[in-house]
């Protein structure tokens, strides 16, 4: 969370919401969404969340009013929909306890299901619900106020020139009390007829759509800020995730590359490669390993990885092909012993199944390593497996965003790929991201007298001098060799 | 109170009952001086002398309303006899209130 919290201070700086005299906002308790709307939602305003249903729009609302609750801020949850036992249970599976906040007088659930059975004979106001309101917002000084599916409401009126009617005295009804609102309302997922309450977009001061969409079997829920009157927020779609700790996003806030410039040279782990790349790999800087399989390419990735940690540097490996357990068994017929690495807190090494989840939240868990482990250099092993996150565009997008937050923070990136023929000119990088990558590093097969042989030859080294020749290598059982030409 | 209701009446009523009627407003809104009046007309034509109603200002008394689930004015809650009903709205409609307060027409 602090590491989150810093880096949200830090673009904020060069984000879209740098103006002289800023609107007040209320953080919404999601770091990344803060980003986009510049800080959060607008104070003492109405903040509009619409969405189709489990699209997210009732988590985003309960995690402002819990942050805001945390921090000593009273917020009232208005239900028209759901019974508040049923909001605190739910709650309860991203670990937030709501009954706690009620207890303290920071958060109060108002039940405000209306009796289904009533019926309606001539016209009526919400008078009294706005008298309970005013009576519980005086009472516990709220300055927020979460109003749940209010459409539920306004079906009772059954005329939609009474419910617009209705909401914009709601609103005004908030305004005059200066409380910060968010309300939701429910989409139905259709292009060609404005939605009913398509008005409210106009009425809000800040519009926020959420949405899911399947793509290749993969869900993928995004939101995008419609509009935000008197402030600037980020205008694209992005892509969020809800896991165990609520919604979160990873937003692409920065339009400009804040990359850090390529640090000193450090060792490839072998000597004789280090020779062929004038000094070895550039610190801070992206390297891909492509080759066929077989070709060794992990192995030179491991043989990296082991030489960092052994001078002290923390090596996160993420892979996409096997177990922890089988890297390390694996590793040790090139006698290449991670085990003691991991032990001592060096090495982290990290697998995910591609297809288990969607780009945002492989990206989520991988940025999160990268602020919580706080490695110097990473391992992607292997990019060609990316691919399986749903198609080729999710795998450049996952790279693409992963490569820049290494940049960002100066992290040595090495990406091994698996090309498929021995003509690898093609299919090198793979998913197109070769325009990032610093060094490519090119391993191949050769059949020469009845025996395979490894060879290397370095394709690319932007800054840096190196062999144009191919090298011949051998995997030994101490690591990789060079065989002298 | 019952029995001396009963007893009192010269007119025949639907078996004698006591309706008990809570009656939400807010202030002297128009809707609600509606309501008012348009169920005491009511009360008074069909059940005279048989029937209390208690007014609630949600204005004055926010809980009770909120004791009562009630979000908007007016609203009417027929406690007894039994089922419970709930009307919400001005009362405008007399026959769509009799029907649901079950104030069917006296027969003579």
Redesign the interface.
Known sequence: MATAKRRAETKNARGPQNSKKKLPKVSTGIAGLDLVLGGGFPAGRMTLLSGGPGSGKTIMGLQCLLHAATAGQAGILVLFEERPAAVRQNAWSWGWDLARLENKNKLYLMDARLDPEAVVSGEFSINALLAILDQRIKSMRAKLIFIDAVDALLHLYDSPMRERHELYALHEWLLDRKLTTIMTVKTVPQETAPSQYAFLDFMADCVIHIDQRVTAQITTRRLRVIKYRGSGYGRNEYPFIINDDGINIVPISSNVLQHRPPGPKVSSGQIGLDDVLAGGYKCGTSILIAGTAGAGKTTLACVFTRAACLRGKRVLYLTFEESPESLVSNMLSPGLSLQPLIKTGKLLVRSYLPEAMGVEEHLFYALKELDEFQPQHVVVDAISACKRMGSDQAAFEYLMRLLNACKERGITCICINQTSGLDMAEDISGVGISSIIDTIVLLRHRLTGGAMSRQLIVMKSRGSKHSDQFHEFRITDEGIEMVKA | MKARNRGSRKSAKPRGETYLFRL?V?GN?S?SS??RANLARLCEERIEGSYKIETVD??KD??T??EN???????LILIKPLPK?????????TW??LA?LRLTPVQR
Do not use: C, H, I, R
């Not at chain 2, 689930?69 to 609203?75: A, E, G, R, S, W």
């Not at chain 2, 009903?85 to 409609?93: E, F």
């Open positions: 939400f807010a809104e809707n509606q309501a949600v204005l926010p809980s309303a909120y689930k009630v979000l908007v004015t007016p609203t009903v709930t009307v919400l709205g001005n009362l405008n409609d769509q209130v649901a």
